[in-house]
């Protein structure tokens, strides 16, 4: 079935260094996708989103574009804070029928 | 506004015992979703609601488990008999219809415990 597949973790990283998780997807296309980011203690929240092809989302230095040619939607950060550290998913939009799972996402750890 | 309620958010219980979660969904929003997370097994999706049905239940675990929607502004996941393989971090959120466009709001979790 249609899928997201995300890179496993962790990614640890210097402060100040650059991010990338990558982030690929077998569906012939979803309507939106989403970047949901976990710190620790808390629940998920939405980070970003792309609600079409081509489009970019961004929120606190975080960018993802939607590229329906190479069919991923990897998320950068050009340089990381220690306050970063969390765990990321890539997810599309629920659908019924399709009882997706997020998976254990990518950790990331920033050291100072 | 309130986001996702849950209670409670630390429940320590002895194997045997019936445990049950709560959930207060944003309101407006008419889907509801129950998950668990593990180390093992990271974040699964145990059973989604729409209009308060149960539409999909295919993620519970066991017969052990069960979930109800009496209302629009309440769920309950319940646990009878609990183990201690059932110990993990339990969320409930839920979104807002609009054709698969929305985000899921997340509450903080509940972190279960079965001794």
């Known amino acids: 079935g249609d899928s997201v597949t995300q890179m496993e973790g962790p990614v640890t990283l210097s402060e100040e260094a650059f991010l990338t998780i990558n982030c690929t997807y077998t569906a012939t296309g979803y309507p939106s996708l989403f970047w949901y980011v976990q710190y620790p203690g808390e629940g998920l929240q939405l980070l970003l989103k792309?609600?079409?092809?081509?489009d970019k989302g961004s929120n606190k230095g975080f960018e993802a574009t939607y590229r329906k040619e190479t069919t991923s939607f990897h998320l950068e950060k050009g340089s990381v804070q220690v306050s970063d550290s969390a765990v990321y998913f890539c997810?599309?939009?629920?659908?019924?029928?399709?009882?997706?799972?997020f998976g254990g996402g990518t950790r990331l750890m920033v050291k100072p | 506004d309130a986001g996702v309620i849950q209670s409670p958010r630390h429940e320590v219980t002895e194997m045997g015992q019936e445990v049950t979660l709560r959930c207060k969904p944003i309101?407006?929003?008419?889907?509801l979703f129950w998950y668990r997370q593990t180390m093992m097994r990271g974040l699964e999706l145990l059973i989604y609601?729409?209009?308060?049905?149960?539409?999909?239940d295919s993620g519970m675990p066991e017969d052990r488990f069960s979930a109800k929607m009496p209302n629009a502004s309440f769920s309950t996941l319940k646990i009878q008999p609990s183990e201690p393989r059932d110990s993990a971090v339990y969320f409930c959120a839920s979104s807002a219809p609009s054709g698969g466009l929305d985000e899921q709001f997340f509450g903080p979790g509940t972190r279960l415990t079965v001794l």
């Open positions: 792309a609600t079409k092809a081509d």
């Open positions: 609601f729409n209009n308060n049905v149960p539409i999909d």
């Open positions: 997810a599309p939009p629920f659908t019924a029928g399709n009882m997706l799972t």
């Open positions: 309101s407006g929003h008419n889907s």
